[in-house]
């Protein structure tokens, strides 16, 4: 069974330019989450979406979006790219519709290493 | 607001001996998940153990068991007999109501000596 899917690995921008990071979940599963990962603030929440629709968001600005398809496939999309926003983005899967909230597994990938210059 | 801490940023043990992690965390909810979850240097964050805090047994998965004390707020990974494997980041996470998504501690550093 193949796992969570983070296309691509490894990223470099622009400050100003604009990055769509995309995660294929394991098949079957509904729901996708986004983290961000920084050495300064560690692991921090963006989004949840469970059957194309947002189901939870973290606290972070209106830069950052995303949107899930019928596939369940994810992409995040980060406009207007700060040198800050320089971080490993990863993506999580789980079957359930609640993600986190009902303590299924969430199943991770690989992860998208982005920088910002 | 739920949060994690961790307060060894840094951990190191022999090889086959035992090494525990520690991890507290703060909420008024009462009904919640934990985890630990691994980060090894390829960066995929494996699931390692997940406790339900409505169950008072402390879950256990081969060599690694938890020490759950709920009134405590305290979470904390043993790992017995530690292989060179094992080296990794850990990361105490916690889900349930009144979060979004999981809320992670700041990950502790698990160095595993030879």
């Known amino acids: 069974k193949a796992g969570v899917t983070q296309t691509p690995r490894y990223l470099i921008k622009t400050r100003g330019q604009q990055v769509t990071l995309s995660c294929s979940p394991i098949?079957?599963?509904?729901?996708v989450s986004w983290y961000q990962q920084t050495p300064g603030q560690g692991l921090q929440f963006l989004f949840e979406?469970?059957?194309?629709?947002?189901?939870n968001k973290g606290n972070f600005p209106g830069r950052f979006s995303g949107r899930q398809f019928s596939n369940s496939r994810s992409e995040m999309n980060v406009s207007t790219l700060e040198l800050g926003d320089s971080a490993l983005y990863l993506c999580?899967?789980?079957?359930?519709?609640?993600?986190?909230?009902?303590?299924?597994?969430?199943?991770f990938g690989q992860g998208t290493r982005l920088t910002v210059v | 607001a739920q949060t994690v801490t961790q307060s060894q940023p840094e951990m190191s043990v022999q090889e086959a001996e035992t090494v525990t992690l520690s991890c507290t965390y703060d909420?008024?909810?009462?009904?919640?998940?934990l985890f630990w979850y691994k980060q090894p240097p390829s960066r995929q964050m494996i699931l390692v153990i997940r406790?339900?805090?409505?169950?008072?047994q402390n879950a256990t998965e081969n060599r690694f068991s938890v020490n759950f004390q709920k009134a405590a707020k305290s979470f904390s990974l043993k790992i017995s007999d530690s292989q060179l494997g094992d080296a990794a980041m850990y990361f105490c996470?916690?889900?349930?109501?009144?979060?979004?998504?999981?809320?992670f501690g700041k990950g502790t550093h698990l160095i595993i000596q030879p």
């Open positions: 406790q339900e805090a409505y169950k008072q």
């Open positions: 996470a916690y889900s349930g109501g009144g979060a979004d998504g999981l809320t």
């Open positions: 979406y469970f059957s194309e629709t947002q189901r």
């Open positions: 999580a899967s789980s079957r359930q519709g609640r993600g986190a909230r009902d303590g299924t597994e969430a199943f």
């Open positions: 909420t008024s909810e009462s009904d919640y998940y």
């Open positions: 098949s079957g599963h509904r729901s």
